[in-house]
């Protein structure tokens, strides 16, 4: 610092994700930055875990390609997939990932439940929070009558991407649903909210930001939590209290 000297120290993480080595070495520095990546995905994230000069939760998206490491301008793309026709068991949600939203497909397939050792239907979730996903299904039977006790659900997110967040819950709700009566969401639909045990949905922060980018994408619908106050021109903004009325929205029923 005294020579105005910049000074790039690279290490590793412990499995508890704290970095390795003294704590004295972290307060010192003026930036952490951590690079993170699934074996299995193309993607890699920069994030700040601190940062003396700007907002601590920023993130960089670049792409891992044979030819190195690309900067994303746009990700999304990597998280969403293309269909001709909509196809029951989709549904697209906008997720923060530090201060930039990024629209993720999340994909559910309910089918016929077959006897296993412990006589239990399967539920197999990837990119998704376990417990959450396991709440979500629980609501959705008990407070809108979408009956999947007995089947087996499979959920999944495109291209490897992680969401633990509870925005993507009625997302989630609503794909589950979808698949399990086989019928299509619009296209252009997003969904963004929390969906609390009493099947009420519950507000989020960023709702305006989340949208603005959905809108940017040729999204036209979204349904959100009530008390939202959103307004987007061009785009229709649907204020949802409970799981059941989202569902009515999409003219998914129960039983």
Same mark, same amino acid.
């Given at each position: 610092?005294?020579? /105005?000297?910049?000074?790039?120290?690279?290490?590793? =993480?412990?499995?508890?994700? &704290?970095?390795?080595?003294?704590?004295?070495?972290?307060?010192?520095?003026?930036? =952490?930055?951590?690079?993170?990546?699934? #074996?299995? $995905?193309?993607?890699?994230?920069? #994030?700040? !875990?601190?940062?003396?000069?700007?907002?601590?939760?920023?993130?960089?998206?670049? +792409?891992?390609?044979?030819?190195?490491?690309?900067? *994303?301008? /746009?990700?999304?793309?990597?998280?969403? &997939?293309?269909?001709?026709?909509?196809?029951?068991?989709?549904? *697209?949600?906008?997720?923060? +990932?530090?201060?930039?939203?990024?629209?993720?497909?999340?994909?559910?397939?309910?089918?016929?439940?077959? /006897?296993? /050792?412990?006589?239990?239907?399967?539920?197999? *979730?990837?990119?998704?929070? $376990?417990?959450?996903?396991? @709440?979500?299904?629980? =609501?959705?039977?008990?407070?809108?009558?979408?009956?999947?006790?007995?089947?087996?659900?499979?959920?999944?997110?495109?291209?490897? @991407?992680? @969401?633990?967040?509870?925005?993507?819950?009625?997302?989630?709700?609503?794909?589950?649903?979808?698949?399990?009566?086989?019928?299509?969401?619009?296209?252009?639909? =997003?969904? !963004?909210? +929390?969906?609390?045990?009493?099947? +009420? !949905?519950?507000?989020?922060?960023?709702?305006?930001? #989340?949208?603005?980018?959905?809108?940017?994408?040729?999204?036209?619908?979204?349904?959100?939590?009530?008390?939202?106050?959103?307004? !987007?021109?061009? @785009?229709?903004?649907?204020?949802?209290?409970?799981?059941?009325?989202?569902?009515?929205?999409?003219?998914? &029923?129960?039983?």
């Amino acid at each position: 610092k005294e020579r /105005d000297i910049t000074l790039l120290l690279v290490g590793h =993480v412990t499995k508890d994700g &704290s970095i390795a080595g003294p704590r004295l070495l972290e307060h010192i520095v003026d930036v =952490v930055l951590q690079f993170e990546g699934e #074996r299995h $995905s193309r993607l890699r994230l920069i #994030r700040a !875990i601190k940062n003396r000069f700007g907002a601590s939760d920023e993130v960089g998206c670049f +792409e891992l390609s044979d030819t190195g490491i690309t900067s *994303v301008l /746009d990700p999304t793309g990597l998280f969403t &997939s293309r269909h001709a026709e909509p196809v029951p068991g989709t549904c *697209v949600t906008v997720t923060l +990932e530090g201060r930039r939203p990024l629209l993720a497909e999340i994909q559910a397939l309910v089918s016929q439940g077959r /006897d296993n /050792d412990f006589g239990n239907a399967r539920r197999v *979730v990837s990119g998704l929070d $376990s417990a959450r996903t396991s @709440m979500t299904l629980a =609501v959705l039977e008990l407070r809108a009558a979408i009956k999947i006790g007995g089947r087996d659900v499979y959920a999944a997110t495109v291209g490897g @991407m992680k @969401m633990a967040e509870p925005a993507a819950d009625l997302a989630l709700a609503l794909a589950v649903a979808s698949a399990a009566k086989g019928l299509a969401l619009p296209a252009d639909l =997003v969904a !963004i909210g +929390e969906v609390g045990l009493a099947g +009420e !949905i519950r507000k989020i922060s960023g709702v305006d930001r #989340r949208l603005q980018e959905a809108f940017r994408l040729g999204f036209k619908r979204a349904l959100v939590p009530a008390g939202s106050d959103v307004k !987007i021109a061009g @785009m229709e903004i649907v204020e949802v209290s409970r799981l059941d009325q989202a569902l009515q929205r999409v003219k998914i &029923s129960g039983e």
